[in-house]
Structure formats: structure tokens, C-alpha cells
């Protein structure tokens, strides 16, 4: 298999982006629009793996480094439901940096997973999130202005991704993005819903 090439990723979250938005919408046409229900599970000691559902998947990404201040995240896996038990004890649960409750059963649907494993759990939280996703492209990279829900608490976040590091770095300062803290979805989510997460 060949080698996926990771993209650098700038992303900040604000209740608007006033200008930025202008900016984008003035250098690049609407490319894509997209919407989807997600769920995420947070646990406090986590910080290097996203875990997420969407479109009944379970899909988990893995932190890889930083570099000039944009971050590099991989895919780690993706699982469709029903899940199985061993995914659940040895990928899931280690991801997540908590211990595993008792399973008793060797597969799991989603309404199971979520309302029997995660929901009860203490170390656990669970945030729905609503994503309407408009894509641009801006100097050769992806470009996302995304309106939010999380918990219902309304939320925008600007993205910019490549995998040129340097054509990111332009595209931030074209935007007026340098003043914005560059911040991934799972700590923005913790921080949001008030989940306590470990010094970074």
C-alpha cells in the first residue's frame, strides 16, 4: 500500500469569523457542501486519539506531530457496526486511556455501545455534534468554514489543510488567520462541554 501523505491542519473555532469569512468567500467559489450527525466519546486523559461516529462507523484518528504550530493526525481505524468485542477491549477502551467495563456479548450495535459501554461509564463523556460543512479551495489547499451544534451549543470553526506545509502557512496568512489559536476538534469539544483534560 502506498504511503498516505498527511496533511498539515490548521483549525480555530470562534462564534465568527467576520472578515476571515469574507475573505474566503471573496477567493474561492463554494467547492462542497456537506452535513452529517456525529457523536463523539471523550475521556479526560485522552488527548491523542479522535474518536468519533459517523455514518454508523466507528472512526478513530491518532495525533502524529506538530510542526511550525499545524498539527499532522492519521487514521488509526475505522469499524462498522455491529463492533466487534475484541475491537472494543483492545482498540477502542486503549484509545480512550480507561479501564474496560465487563463485556458480555461478542458484538455490539451502535445503540448498544452507546447507551450500555459508553453512556454508564464514569471516566466517559459523549458529545453529539451537528456539522454543516461549506468547502473552499485557498491557495491550493482545503479550506472548510463549518457551523456547528455541539450539545445544541452553537459554534463556527475555520479549517485550512495540505499536505504542504508551507501552502498552509500562506493560506493562514492570507485569511488574517495568524491572530487564531490553532485548536483540533477534540480539545475545542472538551473544552466546550467543560470536560477537565490533563495539561498539554
Known amino acids: ?6 496533511r498539515y491542519e490548521f483549525r480555530s473555532f470562534a462564534q465568527n469569523f467576520g472578515r476571515v469569512e469574507e ?17 463523539y466519546i471523550l475521556s479526560r486523559v485522552n488527548n491523542e486519539k479522535n474518536i468519533k461516529i459517523r455514518y454508523d ?10 510542526k511550525k504550530g499545524l498539527q499532522q493526525w492519521s487514521p488509526y481505524l475505522k469499524a462498522g457496526f455491529p463492533l466487534q468485542m475484541t475491537v472494543i477491549r483492545e482498540e477502542v477502551f486503549p484509545s480512550l486511556g480507561v479501564v ?3 463485556l458480555n456479548q461478542s458484538e455490539y450495535t451502535l445503540g448498544q455501545f452507546l447507551e450500555d459501554i459508553i453512556r ?3 471516566e466517559l463523556n459523549l458529545a453529539r455534534v451537528y456539522k454543516r460543512r461549506f468547502g473552499y479551495s485557498i491557495h491550493g489547499c482545503i479550506c472548510e468554514i463549518v457551523e456547528l ?6 459554534i463556527k470553526t475555520v479549517a485550512v489543510e495540505s499536505d504542504n506545509i508551507e501552502r498552509v502557512l500562506k493560506a493562514i496568512e492570507m485569511l488574517g488567520l495568524q491572530e487564531y489559536e490553532n485548536v483540533n476538534y477534540l ?3 472538551k473544552r466546550i462541554l467543560g470536560v477537565e483534560t490533563l495539561a498539554q
Open 57 to 66: 462507523t466507528l472512526d478513530i484518528k491518532a495525533f502524529v506531530r506538530e
Open 149 to 154: 451544534l455541539i450539545n445544541d451549543a452553537a
Open 120 to 122: 454508564p461509564h464514569p
Open 100 to 102: 474496560v467495563p465487563q
Open 187 to 189: 480539545l475545542a469539544i
Open 23 to 39: 475573505k474566503i468567500q471573496q477567493l474561492s467559489k463554494l467547492e462542497k457542501f456537506r452535513e452529517s450527525n456525529e457523536i
Open 1 to 6: 500500500m502506498p504511503e498516505i501523505a498527511l
